[in-house]
């Protein structure tokens, strides 16, 4: 998968260097699928997307490197599975935490009315929540759905996951390998 900023129509076949940590990757590539992933908030943001590419043919040493990479990768996922495993914690919090931002969607039912807005401020409303403006629109419509079917007790549990989860304090840092 490769995050770009530009629409491609599948089917397109180009070539793709990719410059990996001072190594240098020639690709050949077949665009097989692209989707929008988020669209653009702002005149000066750019809408991002995601495509799936197969590799045709590589050049030079390319494919044995990208092998290279892809093996160094998985062996490190193993490595934090088996450390997480026998219950050692990582020495630091390196995983980025979505979240985190000054920007938040307030969602407030209302009437019967789902009202989505974009604040700066983390308070959660009365009926219903304030989460991330970065949660993509999908997840925020499952959970207004879930907030309309769950109990009082569910609501306030739903609450109280939201505002943790746009926390800015820092807890106990959680070992997951992210690639």
């Avoid at 088996?82 to 995983?95: D, E, F, H």
């Amino acid at each position: 998968m490769v995050a770009h900023e530009a629409r491609y129509a599948p089917g397109e076949v180009d070539h793709l260097v990719v410059d990996w940590e001072g190594t240098r990757l020639d690709l050949i590539c077949c665009l097989m699928r692209s989707t929008l992933w988020r669209l653009a908030r702002s005149l000066g943001e750019k809408s991002i997307y995601h495509s799936g590419l197969q590799i045709i043919e590589s050049v030079g040493n390319a494919y044995a490197t990208l092998r290279e990479i892809i093996a160094d990768r998985i062996i490190r996922a193993i490595e934090e599975q088996r450390a997480n495993a026998k219950g050692i914690p990582p020495l630091a919090a390196y995983m980025y935490q979505p979240g985190k931002s000054e920007l938040y969607r307030r969602c407030e039912l209302v009437d019967g009315e789902w009202r989505n807005s974009e604040t700066t401020h983390a308070e959660q409303p009365r009926n219903g929540f304030t989460i991330s403006s970065e949660v993509d629109l999908e997840h925020v419509d499952i959970l207004c759905r879930t907030w309309e079917m769950t109990t009082p007790e569910g609501r306030r549990l739903t609450q109280m996951f939201a505002a943790l989860s746009i926390s800015k304090k820092e807890g106990i840092p959680t070992r997951r390998y992210v690639p």
